[in-house]
């Protein structure tokens, strides 16, 4: 079964410093990969996807992701953070099901900065 | 880019009674919307997948009869939670996906139901 996991629940990075975000997914073919950005009581907002190409893959706001299939993980990174990245990150993967398509997402990693 | 707006952003109910939230497609034309609830701190849980013109396609352990989904129109669908109890207070969010891209969805910005 297709399945996501993000191993950290919360993470505090200080401004200006460099983020890594974990994620791992289970799927068996291609995987279709998401990072979504949620701010509290907001909907979700798409930072970047891999559906295929180049391995690398550029966001918005600065964010980017490397999807590693010898290592079924596709971790978001950012050089330099900004107090205004304190959200809720999720991953997700499309996979595919019976009648259509559904995306099933990660827990989520709560993401604080501070000064 | 596409934007997907719920209404209403809040609601309070009464316990017994029911609510409707609407997810409507701005500016492109939705074939398929998702309806989600996520829980204080937790993940989204997709509840049912609604194709315009049919039926709902409901998620193992989602009633249908409680949460009755109606997608009429290519640019509205409306969540009714029937008979609210205080255990139906959530976050609901609808996404929405375009007709030629299947695998990339619209979310809204999320509908806070509360019932007292």
């Known amino acids: 079964a297709q399945s996501v996991t993000q191993p950290d629940i919360h993470i505090t990075v200080s401004e200006g410093a460099s983020l890594e975000l974990r994620c791992n997914y289970s799927?068996?073919?291609?995987?279709?990969l998401f990072w979504y950005v949620q701010s509290p009581g907001q909907g979700l907002q798409l930072l970047l996807k891999?559906?295929?190409?180049?391995?690398l893959v550029q966001g918005i706001k600065g964010f980017e992701a490397e999807f590693k299939r010898s290592q079924s993980s596709f971790n978001l990174r950012k050089p330099s953070v900004h107090w205004s990245d304190a959200a809720e990150y999720f991953c997700?993967?499309?996979?595919?099901?019976?009648?259509?398509?559904?995306?099933?997402f990660g827990a989520g990693t709560r993401l604080f900065v501070k000064a | 880019g596409a934007v997907v707006s719920q209404h209403p952003s809040r609601v309070i109910c009464k316990s017994g009674t029911s609510v409707k939230i609407e997810c409507r497609s701005l500016?492109?034309?939705?074939?398929?919307m998702f309806w989600y609830r996520q829980f204080p701190k937790k993940s989204l849980m997709l509840m049912a997948t609604?194709?315009?013109?049919?039926?709902?396609?409901?998620e193992q352990g989602v009633e249908k009869d409680k949460f009755l989904i109606n997608h009429a129109s290519l640019t509205l669908s409306t969540l009714t939670v029937t008979s609210a109890h205080p255990e139906d207070s959530s976050f609901y969010i609808c996404?929405?996906?375009?007709?030629?891209?299947?695998?990339?969805?619209?979310f809204g910005p999320g509908t806070r139901l509360t019932v007292t």
């Open positions: 609604s194709n315009e013109g049919s039926k709902a396609t409901y």
């Open positions: 500016d492109f034309q939705a074939t398929t």
């Open positions: 997700a993967v499309g996979a595919s099901k019976t009648g259509g398509f559904k995306t099933i």
């Open positions: 799927y068996g073919a291609t995987p279709y």
């Open positions: 996404s929405a996906r375009e007709g030629t891209s299947v695998y990339e969805q619209y």
């Open positions: 891999y559906f295929s190409g180049d391995t």
